[in-house]
């Protein structure tokens, strides 16, 4: 079975860091990019950033763009998202979620946890 | 950058009805498009993968057809857990949402 589980929200004060993890298990980590999706409150769903399954590539949003950081550590099944110089409008539950298809980038994602909550408020 | 627009923001109908969302791209996606289901205070749930494509899972209930820029999810006879909202996807582009909700 499919499991991921998010970490690491919390309240931040703007301009703060936070680092972000997601365990994964039931399937061949390093063999799947994975990807975060954000939720701001009452609003729809916003890419992040995905990561190839070897952990060679990388793309985000350019709302996060030089400010989030996306890695893996596929000896610990393990997603990451650190986040620094956060703002009020990176409000939102952060989603893990998993590709589609082996290799596959930002095809679909077929399996989601279950979000992690993070408030940028001073 | 593609655009997703969903149509219409809200659907309101009874249990049983047969619901129709509409999502259509800005440019022509081939039939590389999926649908997901949220309800409050969960995550996302893939429906429908490459246009017509139930995942694993998912009740023959809902369908989905188009190809290009014009998609539909059909959801043939609402039970009372399909209330919810639906966003398509293609790439790093999420629509709006179709939120359905209980006439």
């Known amino acids: 079975e499919v499991q991921l589980v998010e970490s690491g929200g919390g309240l931040v004060q703007p301009g703060g860091s936070l680092r972000l993890s997601c365990a994964a298990s039931?399937?061949?980590?390093?063999?799947?990019?994975m990807s975060w999706v954000r939720q701001a409150p009452g609003k729809g769903l916003e890419w992040v950033s995905t990561?190839?399954?070897?952990?060679?590539?990388?793309s985000y949003a350019d709302s996060v763009k030089g400010r989030f950081t996306i890695s893996r550590d596929n000896s610990k099944n393990t997603l990451y998202l650190q986040m620094h110089s956060l703002r009020a409008e990176d409000t939102a539950v952060y989603y893990c979620?998993?590709?589609?298809?082996?290799?596959?980038?930002?095809?679909?994602?077929?399996?989601w946890g279950q979000g992690s909550l993070v408030t940028v408020s001073s | 950058e593609i655009v997703l627009t969903q149509s219409p923001a809200t659907l309101s109908l009874s249990p049983g009805e047969r619901a129709t969302l509409s999502c259509r791209a800005s440019?022509?996606?081939?039939?590389?498009l999926a649908w997901y289901q949220q309800k409050p205070g969960q995550a996302p749930r893939l429906l429908i993968y490459?246009?017509?494509n139930r995942a694993t899972g998912i009740p023959a209930r809902f369908s989905g057809s188009g190809s290009g820029t014009d998609f539909t999810l059909t959801i043939s006879s609402l039970e009372p857990e399909d209330f919810a909202v639906y966003y398509c996807?293609?790439?790093?582009?999420f629509g709006p949402g179709t939120k359905v909700d209980i006439k």
């Open positions: 979620a998993k590709e589609g298809l082996p290799r596959a980038l930002l095809y679909y994602f077929d399996f």
């Open positions: 039931g399937f061949t980590f390093s063999s799947f990019a």
């Open positions: 990561i190839s399954g070897n952990g060679g590539s990388a």
């Open positions: 440019q022509s996606v081939s039939s590389f």
């Open positions: 490459d246009a017509s």
């Open positions: 996807q293609q790439s790093s582009t």
